[in-house]
């Protein structure tokens, strides 16, 4: 089983950052919260704040657990571990993604996603 840390990034106005897979990239065309790959020894935190920087040139501050889902899709299992965090500063660029949206809680329905994120998208929709 892969770990993955997925960060549910906050700004100022409470939105929260969504990113799209792009083509070539498994789930492609998915929208998911970024994250990527824990290294070994790696805390999700701290991968988290490594992940961002890498792929979208942003500094977050991961401050809560939100919780865990585990989801088999068929050829990888993956452990899809989930932190509220603010973002810092930073531009996004984007390596894995090829279109980032900042979205208001309430809209999180309205778009395709990777079937680990959907747990969490459901929840956060609930507590709007």
């Known amino acids: 089983m892969i770990k993955v840390a997925a960060a549910i990034i906050k700004n ?11 083509k070539g990239k498994s789930q492609a065309g998915m929208w998911e919260f ?17 992940e961002l920087r890498e792929e979208m040139g942003i ?6 657990w ?15 571990i989930a932190y509220l965090a603010k973002y810092s500063t930073g531009e996004n660029r984007l390596t894995d993604h090829d279109e980032y949206r900042w979205a208001e809680r309430d809209e999180l329905l309205e778009y395709e996603w990777a079937p680990a994120d959907v747990p969490f998208v459901e929840r956060l929709y609930a507590q709007s």
């Open 34 to 50: 970024p994250g990527g790959k824990l290294e070994p020894g790696e805390s999700p935190e701290t991968c988290l704040i490594r």
């Open 66 to 80: 939100f919780g865990v889902n585990e989801h088999d899709y068929g050829t990888v299992r993956i452990k899809l």
């Open 12 to 22: 100022e106005q409470g939105q929260i950052l969504i990113a799209r897979r792009k």
């Open 59 to 64: 500094e977050i501050k991961p401050y809560v």
